[in-house]
């Protein structure tokens, strides 16, 4: 990496797919910041949080990962507390990028939603996905514009990840077919760790009831620049308090990539993944801007569960890198800045 201190950080939260059984778990009672913030999370679902923390926790979940009463607020959980971690160190965002749930967390950390009101609208939304169709998600290693022949029947495009990177998303007979069609076409894909059809029409049905529940919350214009992976661009005022905007993100395509693009060409970044999995990372690092030198990218956790310890040396190595960065000392004491308000 070459002249660091030009750089302004992004922080990248990622989305739905990147949750995996005991993400971040090593940090959990480790890392005071990372731990309230979790618990913040999950407090306030209750007898549901607790029961998600269990089964976080546990070797053996009682429920899996892939359902929504553990991924969405497990994920929002992690992806939250890992953005309060990193700004404990000192570090001072420039602009907040999100995938899909992430963009969520992001708009927490950017003041958009109080803490309280965003834990309440993903629990409402949890509850009403029950009541759609089982569906899910195929990661495929194609461009967007050559899948074309595969939607239909409720199989949309979910999400342009990067140049080769899409994400199709439908019911699930549809995209059973949709799977068996790329499989004797000879094509690269990988089914997301998820039983519901987001980013598609799928989801239709929900978004009246959610915006009647977003117009009740007092929303704010981002404190930070709050890159939207559905608008490709930084959060006007306007669009930050519309809840027509935030109730119909569950049924809009996430165009990561193009959104990428526009962070990158607004300035030299240091791209840091405040999240499970390094998906974000992986695709940040086959930009053009990071390959040049220009921009670089940071991963704050392990690809996957690798351990307690792993968790922890992978975070200590980013916090160290950090710091540098910011011109923190490495021993900062971990708390929370002062300017920025508990949400």
Do not use: K
């Amino acid at each position: 990496m070459t002249e660091p201190h030009r750089r302004s950080v992004v922080l990248m939260f990622p989305g739905t797919g990147a949750q995996h059984p005991q993400m971040a778990a090593g940090l959990y009672g480790h890392e005071a910041v990372f731990t309230d913030a979790v618990d913040s999370v999950l407090a306030r679902l209750g007898a549901d949080g607790e029961a998600a923390r269990a089964d976080w926790l546990a070797e053996r979940p009682v429920v899996p990962m892939e359902a929504d009463s553990r991924s969405a607020p497990l994920l929002f959980a992690v992806d939250y507390a890992m953005g309060r971690l990193v700004e404990s160190w000192g570090v001072r965002p420039a602009a907040y990028l999100g995938h899909s749930m992430g963009e969520f967390a992001a708009a927490v950390l950017a003041g958009v939603f109080r803490l309280d009101d965003a834990v309440r609208l993903l629990w409402e939304r949890v509850r009403r996905q029950r009541t759609t169709p089982a569906g899910g998600m195929l990661a495929v290693a194609a461009a967007r514009e050559e899948l074309t022949g595969y939607l239909g029947s409720g199989v949309v495009v979910g999400a342009v990840n990067a140049p080769r990177h899409t994400v199709l998303s439908g019911p699930a007979g549809p995209l059973e077919a949709v799977a068996r069609g790329l499989t004797a076409d000879g094509r690269t894909f990988r089914r997301l760790a998820t039983r519901t059809p987001y980013h598609s029409p799928a989801l239709a049905p929900l978004v009246a009831e959610t915006e009647a529940l977003v117009r009740e919350l007092p929303l704010a214009p981002p404190r930070t620049p709050l890159y939207s992976a559905y608008t490709t661009r930084p959060l006007g005022a306007r669009e930050a308090t519309s809840a027509a905007f935030w109730a119909g993100q569950p049924t809009a395509p996430v165009l990561f990539w193009p959104t990428l693009e526009r962070v990158l060409a607004d300035g030299d970044r240091l791209l840091v993944e405040a999240g499970p999995a390094q998906s974000l990372a992986v695709i940040a690092r086959g930009h053009r801007a990071v390959r040049s030198g220009r921009s670089a990218v940071v991963a704050t956790l392990p690809p996957r569960a690798l351990g307690p310890e792993e968790d922890r040396r992978t975070v200590g190595a980013a916090r160290e890198l950090l710091c540098r960065q910011a011109g923190v000392a490495v021993g900062h004491s971990g708390r929370l800045p002062v300017e920025l308000p508990a949400s």
